[in-house]
């Protein structure tokens, strides 16, 4: 069984132009989540979404958005980029909503500002 | 702010011997506590997990001890092996806010052969 896949798996921009990372779930799953893993800061929950809906969002500024398709695939994006925003973006899928399904991690987008 | 405090930030150990790392919490909503494993180029994946009903959990070599009153909680690592130099994550889940993780700063671990 496939398991989370992300694209690009690496993505280079220049400050101030937008940036749109995609997840595509482990089959079955309803749930994604986006996480960004930025060196010295360790992984900090971004935007969680279910059956199509935000259901949470980490403290991040608005220009951090995303979206989930009806296939549950997701889409995150990054306007105005700051160099602060280079960092490993990670996606991870469950089984819906409830609070103790197990998240299962993709590879990740390394996302570079310059 | 860290929620999740994680110490020591890197460990180096010798092939058998017990690797420790610690975390601590002061969010007393948290209620699920998973500990994560990444090797390089890869997303984290689960290793074990505890509720705060239970004290010690060991899945194989693979051992999490939680202190509820201490709001502190710690993995160990038996008879470690090269293969288990990795990075670890402590995180948790408060029990309001769904699923979403918070993790603790992370552990690079390396084990000497």
């Known amino acids: 069984e496939a398991g989370v896949t992300q694209s690009p798996t690496h993505l280079i921009k220049t400050r101030g132009q937008q940036a749109t990372l995609r997840c595509s779930p482990i089959?079955?799953?309803?749930?994604v989540y986006w996480y960004q893993q930025a060196l010295g800061l360790g992984l900090q929950f971004l935007l969680w979404?279910?059956?199509?809906?935000?259901?949470n969002r980490g403290n991040f500024p608005p220009r951090f958005s995303g979206r989930q398709f009806p296939n549950y695939s997701s889409e995150l994006n990054v306007n105005a980029l700051e160099l602060e925003d280079s960092a490993l973006y990670l996606c991870a899928s469950s089984l819906g909503l409830a609070r103790y399904n197990e998240q299962f991690f993709g590879p990740g987008t390394r996302l570079t500002v310059l | 702010q860290q929620q999740v405090k994680q110490s020591p930030q890197s460990l180096i150990v010798q092939k058998g011997g017990i690797s420790i790392i610690n975390c601590a919490y002061e969010?007393?909503?948290?209620?699920?506590f998973p500990w994560y494993q990444q090797f390089p180029g890869k997303g984290p994946a689960l290793l074990i997990a505890?509720?705060?009903?239970?004290s010690e959990k060991k899945e194989g070599r693979f051992t999490i001890s939680f202190n509820k009153s201490a709001k502190q909680f710690s993995l160990h690592i038996m008879d470690s092996q090269p293969g288990d130099s990795a990075t670890y994550f402590c995180a948790a889940i408060e029990e309001t806010s769904g699923s979403r993780l918070t993790f603790g700063e992370g552990t690079q671990l390396t084990v000497n052969p």
């Open positions: 089959s079955g799953h309803t749930s």
């Open positions: 979404y279910d059956e199509g809906e935000e259901r």
């Open positions: 505890i509720r705060p009903d239970v």
């Open positions: 969010n007393t909503a948290f209620d699920y």
